[in-house]
C-alpha cells in the first residue's frame, strides 16, 4: 500500500512526533511512506527510508495572505501528481493538524475516497474557547466547511465526540485511532544515562503555549509544598517564556524552576522525575502521559477535554486526575508525590506502533 502523510512543518510538537511514529511503523510493516512536510521546518530525526518532501508555496505579492491556501494547495497538487506519476497513486491520504487540513480541503487532485483528515485536538477548545457571539459562529462555520462530510481520523473519543457536539459536523466516516507509541524505542531511550539521575524533581514536557496553562502548574507547584525541582521541557516564544520565568519569581519558586527547553530525548528526564504533571486546559490524547507511565513514572493531568481521563481510566489511574484548578492540582500533586500508585502496563501495550499503525492502515481496505 501507498501512503501519504501531510503536515504543515515538523516542529517540536506532539502531533509531529505521531506523525513521524506512523510513518515509520508503516514502513515497518512493509508499505511504501511519503511524507510531504508544507514548511521547511523539521526538529526531529526522520526515519530512514522515509519519502520525504518539502512542499512550498512563496510569494512575495502584496496580496500573498490572501492568497495563501489556495497557492499552497496548488503547489500541494502539484507535488502530489509528480509522485503519483513517478510512483503510482497514492492508496491512502492523510492531512494533519488544522492548518495542514485548511490547505489539503482545497485540493483538486485528492479523490475523497482516499483522503482523511486527522483530528489531533479539541477543535473547540482550541479554536473557538475565546470568542463569543459572531465571530465565534463564523468561526464555527468556518471549521465546519473543512470537515463537514468528509472522513475523520480522531485520537480519542473526546476529539471525536467534540465534532458533532460543539461543531455541527457529521463526518463521511469517522474512526477513533489512539496515539501510537514505539514503546521498544522509548525504553531503549529512556536507558540513556542522566547526570541528575537520583535526584529529587518533578517534569512538565511541552511546548510554551496558552493551552499548556504553565500558569496553572507553577501556581499549584508552589502551592503543594514540595521542594523538589520542577523542570520545564520545551520550547516556544521567547515573550511567553519569558512570563513564565517573571511568574515563578513573582511566587518565590523561581530558585527550584529549571527551563530544559526542547530535548530530542527527553525519555531519560521523564524516566527519573518522581512525577510528571499535566496541566492542560485541552489535550486532543496526551502523549506524554502514556510515555511517563511506560517509563514508570507517576503522572498527575487535569481532567481536562480530551485524551488525559481515558487514558489514566484505562490505566487504573483515575486518582491522578485533579479538576481544573490551582487548588485542586496542587493537593493532587502532592497526594500522587507522597504516595507513588503502583503502574500496571499491561494496559498500555494498546498503544503499541504496530496495533495502531494497522488501524490506520485498514481504512484503505
Known amino acids: 500500500m501507498r501512503v501519504l502523510m501531510i503536515i504543515d512543518g515538523l516542529p517540536g510538537g506532539g502531533a509531529e512526533k505521531v506523525v513521524l511514529t506512523l510513518c515509520e511503523g ?6 511504501q511512506v511519503s511524507l510531504f512536510s508544507l514548511r521547511d521546518v523539521c526538529n526531529y530525526s526522520l526515519p530512514p527510508g522515509i519519502d520525504y518532501q518539502v512542499v512550498e508555496a512563496h510569494s512575495s505579492a502584496p496580496w500573498r495572505k490572501l492568497t495563501e491556501l489556495s497557492r499552497r494547495a496548488a503547489a ?95 463526518p463521511a466516516r469517522l474512526a477513533v485511532i489512539n496515539n501510537p507509541f514505539d514503546i521498544a524505542a522509548i525504553l531503549q531511550q529512556a536507558a540513556e544515562p542522566l547526570a541528575v539521575a537520583g535526584e529529587a524533581y518533578l517534569v512538565h514536557v511541552g511546548r510554551f503555549h496558552p493551552h499548556k496553562r504553565h500558569d496553572r502548574l507553577l501556581a499549584a507547584y508552589a502551592a503543594s509544598g514540595i521542594q523538589a525541582s520542577l523542570v520545564l521541557v520545551g520550547t516556544g516564544d521567547e515573550q511567553r517564556i519569558a512570563g513564565v520565568k517573571a511568574q515563578a519569581k513573582a511566587l518565590g519558586i523561581d530558585d527550584r524552576v529549571i527551563f530544559a527547553g526542547f530535548q530530542a530525548n527527553p525519555y531519560p528526564i521523564i524516566k527519573h522525575a ?9 489535550e486532543g490524547f496526551g502523549n506524554v502521559l502514556v510515555e511517563a507511565l511506560l517509563c514508570g513514572t507517576p503522572v498527575v493531568s487535569t481532567r481536562c477535554p480530551g485524551g488525559p481521563a ?6 487504573g489511574l483515575s486518582q491522578a486526575l485533579a479538576e481544573l484548578n490551582v487548588a485542586s492540582l496542587a493537593e493532587t500533586m502532592a497526594a500522587i508525590y507522597a504516595s507513588p ?25
Open 76 to 170: 500541494l497538487d502539484t507535488a502530489i501528481a509528480a509522485a503519483e506519476s513517478q510512483a503510482g497513486a497514492f492508496d491512502l491520504i492523510f492531512s494533519h493538524l488544522h492548518k495542514t487540513d485548511r490547505i489539503v480541503a482545497r485540493c483538486r487532485t485528492i479523490a475523497p475516497q482516499k483522503l482523511w483528515f486527522c483530528i489531533h485536538g479539541i477543535l473547540s477548545t482550541s479554536y473557538l474557547g475565546h470568542r463569543r457571539g459572531l465571530n465565534r459562529w463564523f468561526k464555527r462555520q468556518k471549521i465546519a466547511r473543512i470537515y463537514q462530510g468528509k472522513n475523520i481520523v480522531a485520537v480519542s473519543t473526546a476529539a471525536a465526540d467534540d465534532l458533532p457536539a460543539q461543531l455541527g459536523i457529521t
Open 310 to 315: 481515558e487514558i489514566l481510566q484505562q490505566a
Open 26 to 31: 508503516m514502513q515497518k510493516l512493509g508499505h
Open 274 to 282: 518522581r512525577l510528571l504533571i499535566l496541566s492542560s486546559d485541552s
Open 341 to 365: 500508585p503502583v503502574i500496571n502496563s499491561q494496559p498500555l501495550m494498546a498503544y503499541d506502533i504496530q496495533p495502531i499503525c494497522q488501524q490506520y492502515l485498514a481504512l484503505g481496505r
